[in-house]
């Protein structure tokens, strides 16, 4: 074997989803410094992705910035086209663009907020990860997909149906996605967090009460942080862990442990 870490990402093109800001540009940060070229997607915080790139080009690395809203499939098939013609084929995807849940019963939900949770947390991820696998199908196999879950894949919580749907939903996509491309040795894997102090948790960031308050149940008593879940995408991603398919790595300081406290 030649004296090359095993998880240098050297020369591979990653394309990470929702990179404008937490846990997507964390893993912008940590696969660039690997070695990895990113195209660096977002919605709609331009200033956010400039950012993300100059982070990127800090490490050493190629960044292209693409503008895409993931629940729409033509948007992402350019993307994909987009990356391929400007950075080469993309090895690596990481699904990370999401959003949470309204705080509304099903009952009282309007349908726009479950149709929209599931168009971007559940669409979004099949499109991607569907232009994806043609790409790596092309160029013979291998490869890698990285899908953002939740502890709310498992755990439910009132007030979150569509968030929980979603993310359920994304565990199954997964774990269906490594059944079809073991043939082809392209590993799909979950990443799942728990408490992730990112803008998605903005108002308990802005309220120590509040976030005192949230930590509790969780048994290492602090959110994490985006650079957390990062390194392990980035073991995910390597090919220290090609033996890792069709399952969701938690990391959630034992959240999953704890869930045994009622409504
Ligand atoms: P974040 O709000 O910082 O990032 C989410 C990103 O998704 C943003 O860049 C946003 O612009 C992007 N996005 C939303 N809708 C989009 C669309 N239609 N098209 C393209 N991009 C879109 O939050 P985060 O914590 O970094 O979230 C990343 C992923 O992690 C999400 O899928 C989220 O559900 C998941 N997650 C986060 C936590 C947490 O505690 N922060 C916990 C579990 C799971």
């Not at 990481?94 to 971007?120: L, P």
């Not at 669409?123 to 502890?151: D, H, M, P, Q």
């Not at 082809?184 to 120590?208: E, R």
Request: net charge negative.
């Amino acid at each position: 074997m030649e004296n090359k870490p095993q998880n240098s990402l050297s020369g591979k093109v990653a394309i990470i989803t929702g990179a404008d800001s937490g846990i997507g540009q964390a893993t912008a940060d940590e696969l660039s410094a690997k070695g990895a070229s990113i195209l660096i997607n977002y919605h709609n915080d331009k200033e956010s992705a400039e950012k993300t790139l100059k982070i990127v080009e800090g490490n050493g690395g190629k960044g292209l910035i693409f503008q895409c809203d993931v629940s729409d499939y033509a948007q992402v098939q350019k993307m994909y086209e987009t990356t391929v013609k400007e950075l080469g084929v993309p090895y690596i995807i990481v699904n990370s663009a999401g959003i949470d849940s309204q705080g509304e019963m099903v009952d009282e939900m309007d349908i726009a907020i479950f149709d929209t949770a599931i168009k971007t947390n559940l669409y979004g991820t099949f499109y991607s990860c569907k232009e994806f696998i043609k790409l790596r199908k092309a160029e013979g196999g291998e490869g890698k997909i990285i899908n953002i879950s939740s502890v709310h894949e498992d755990i439910p919580r009132a007030g979150a149906a569509e968030y929980c749907a979603s993310k359920g939903a994304v565990r199954n996509l997964t774990r269906c996605l490594s059944l079809e491309l073991a043939e082809f040795k392209i590993n799909v894997n979950n990443v799942a967090p728990g408490m992730i102090l990112t803008p998605m948790n903005q108002q308990a960031i802005d309220d120590p009460k509040e976030l005192e308050k949230q930590v509790q149940s969780i048994p290492l008593k602090r959110a994490g942080e985006p650079w957390e879940i990062a390194k392990l995408i980035a073991y995910l991603v390597s090919e220290d862990a090609a033996y890792a398919t069709g399952q969701t790595y938690f990391l959630d300081g034992g959240l999953m442990q704890n869930i045994g406290q009622g409504a």
